[in-house]
């Protein structure tokens, strides 16, 4: 059973970094993309980044140049590394995955994948 769980929100300020971490563990399959993707309240849940297993990364235009994807295979741990936060940028973020990974990242942050975390709270403040 695929597993997920999320660590690393928190409260910052306009303009500063936060860390998020994926711990992921359960897989079956040699393909696989890891996600990360956001809700805030009232809104629907959008795609942010996602990697394939390969190291190929896909990223939403609202995060572009500002957040970066990437993994720890040894540790099995997806990271998105958050700079220059916007208050925008508030919301609950969730890890996910889905293999074998049939689909390009583009499709994955539009349509969401099979597994999912529990999801970590991220504020910024403006």
């Known amino acids: 059973e695929v597993q997920l769980v999320e660590s690393g929100g928190g409260l910052v300020q306009a303009g500063g970094s936060l860390r998020l971490s994926c711990a992921a563990s359960?897989?079956?399959?040699?393909?696989?993309?890891i996600g990360w993707f956001r809700q805030a309240p009232g809104k629907e849940r959008e795609g942010v980044s996602c990697?394939?297993?390969?190291?190929?990364?896909t990223y939403a235009d609202s995060v572009k140049d500002r957040f970066t994807i990437f993994s720890d295979n040894a540790n099995n741990t997806v990271y998105l590394q958050m700079n220059n936060l916007k208050p925008e940028d508030t919301a609950v973020y969730y890890c996910a995955e889905d293999s074998p990974a049939y689909y390009s990242g583009s499709f994955y942050l539009a349509y969401g994948m099979d597994y999912w975390g529990r999801g970590t709270l991220v504020t910024v403040s403006s």
């Open positions: 359960g897989f079956t399959y040699d393909s696989y993309d």
């Open positions: 990697i394939t297993w390969d190291g190929s990364t």
